[in-house]
């Protein structure tokens, strides 16, 4: 099976109904975008992709992102997409890492890779002309794929290590693509998908099940909340994915009060933790609306997730622990706790989150000592800790992010829960840091509210820490900052975190 039948399924069965949309202007319909995907995947072959071969994405957010994607696909190539938000160092050297045979960049990327001596033969700029060319180009048929087959070499974030490239078969994105109309939201050709967050990401694989079901994709032209806000009142049965940081913003935005939400699809939030104090501002301002997700680059978008209709009914009865958990094993997939020796655990005890199910990936791209560790027993082994609760999994945080100081166990997630509580704090992030009395010292990050001396915000903090959580999980020291740094995906780069202190000479 080839991904890319889906499209031509749907340009059979809704041939003039919008594909592609740039705001609120329609730039292509489903024959038109099936017609370019062929074409293009000519021009592919043409330069020598072979089926099997990788092919890059170095591109923004754009119209034709999607129908590059396909266009791969079409040839029987693997797509690599990688983050717009990296540095050109850093595509260059996952083009390297993937062994792509080309890499297609935007042109406001061009300018730090295209003569990188190392992959300057692979980089084709997408400008203006070369997307007319490539049109042009003698269409060809789709290359048939078996389901094992890789489709999307999706790269770890890396915000603990080297990015790791997750082999993502055609069978996988299809399960994954079922999976959301099973247990989401029905797609059909009357819904349709907002990008404003990265097509390289969650956004672009949540357009897989739109596509298969003829639904419009949505390119706005400014990310800004304000103008997302109005585009949401454009269309009817619009839905968007949203890091935990852009809902925000959007539930502050004045434009959304006059927007209809009762006319959108679903908020799909993820990719980072999302603090109860985000989720009540989202559900106040989209209504019962917000689906809360977790899953990973090598299970993607699918190990378990909250539903709107059971956010809601955690608001409405008070239940925090049920509202920060993020849900229910997805359909088709099972999930556990288990210790180190990967027995499960019981209800409530904490330990590492595996799963099980069609979307687990492969394996990673090159590297069978990592692959054999992620994958042992045949579950994947996320790296997250988390626990059971009445059939609800709450994450506390990455195995590597938990701090032992003094002996004892600290999760930072649980105590930026808590600090986000205190009137004078917009954004907080915990780490540990060495310590040679206690081993490791709890150290958080703050972003101010308002203008404050960092005295008079510790000594405030501190009393706050001491009327809600055990002594020992209290901060040690705190440091203002104007924002935190995040990944593309919208995570907190806690490892820059680290850095900084580590790397300064008088860290407190």
């Given amino acids: 099976m080839n991904l890319a039948w889906t499209l031509a399924a749907s340009a059979a069965a809704h041939a003039s109904r919008p594909a592609i ?31 099997g071969d990788r092919v890059a994405l170095y591109l923004t957010n754009r119209p034709d992102y999607l129908e590059a994607l396909y266009a791969i696909w079409w040839c ?12 050109p160092q850093e595509a260059a050297d996952l083009i390297l890492d993937s062994s792509a045979e080309l890499c297609w960049v935007s042109p406001d990327l061009a300018g730090g890779i295209v003569d990188h001596p190392a992959v300057s033969g692979r980089i084709r700029v997408v400008d203006d002309a070369e997307l007319i060319r490539a049109r042009r180009a003698e269409s060809i048929a789709c290359i048939d794929r078996a389901s094992g087959d890789d489709a999307w070499i999706f790269y770890t974030s890396g915000t603990t290590g080297k990015p790791k490239g ?87 935005s004045p434009v959304l009060s006059s927007t209809p939400v009762e006319r959108m699809g679903t908020v799909l939030v993820g990719a980072a933790p999302v603090h109860a104090d985000d989720l009540r501002r989202g559900m106040a301002a989209f209504g019962p609306r917000i689906w809360n997700g977790y899953g990973q680059g ?64 492969a394996g990673y791209l090159d590297r069978p000592e990592a692959t054999a560790e ?55 992030a915990v780490i540990g840091l060495p310590d040679p009395e206690w081993g490791e010292r709890v150290v958080a990050f703050v972003v101010p509210a308002r203008e404050t ?22 901060p040690k020291e705190y440091h203002l900052i104007s924002d935190l740094p995040r990944n593309g995906a919208g995570k907190v780069l806690k490892t820059e975190l680290r850095r900084r202190l580590l790397d300064a000479p008088d860290r407190r």
């Fill in 453 to 474: 001396s960092i005295r008079e915000m510790s000594t405030s903090l501190d009393a706050y820490c001491l009327e809600n959580m055990a002594r020992y999980k209290r």
């Fill in 21 to 51: 949309v740039v705001d609120d202007t329609v730039e292509s319909d489903y024959a038109l975008l099936l017609d370019r995907v062929s074409r293009r995947a000519g021009d592919l072959v043409v330069q020598g992709v072979r089926p």
């Fill in 166 to 252: 997750a082999r993502l078969s055609h069978g996988n994105l299809w399960a994954m693509s079922v999976a959301y109309c099973a247990d989401v939201e029905w797609v059909d050709a009357d819904s349709g998908l907002l990008h404003v967050a990265l097509q390289s990401h969650a956004s672009g694989l949540f357009a897989l099940p739109f596509i298969a079901r003829g639904g419009a994709q949505v390119v706005p032209t400014s990310t800004d909340a304000d103008h997302v806000a109005r585009l949401l009142g454009t269309r009817s049965g619009l839905t968007f994915f949203a890091p935990p940081i852009l809902l925000r913003r959007l539930a502050d």
């Fill in 374 to 428: 992620t994958l042992r027993g045949g579950w994947l082994h996320t790296g997250d800790l988390g626990r059971f609760d009445r059939g609800l999994l709450t994450l506390l945080d990455r195995s590597k992010d938990m701090v032992i100081t003094g002996g004892a166990n600290v999760y930072p997630r649980e105590i930026e829960e808590a600090l986000r509580g205190h009137e004078s704090v917009t954004d907080i």
């Fill in 298 to 361: 090598e299970s993607p978008l699918t190990i378990t997730a909250m539903g709107p209709k059971a956010m809601a009914a955690a608001e409405a009865a008070g239940d925090e622990e049920a509202l920060v958990s993020v849900g229910i094993p997805r359909i088709g997939t099972r999930v556990r706790v288990v210790d180190e020796q990967d027995r499960p655990m019981p209800d409530g005890e904490i330990g590492e989150v595996v799963v099980s199910g069609p979307t687990v990936m």
């Fill in 76 to 87: 029987g190539a693997v797509a690599v997409p990688l983050s717009s938000m990296l540095h």
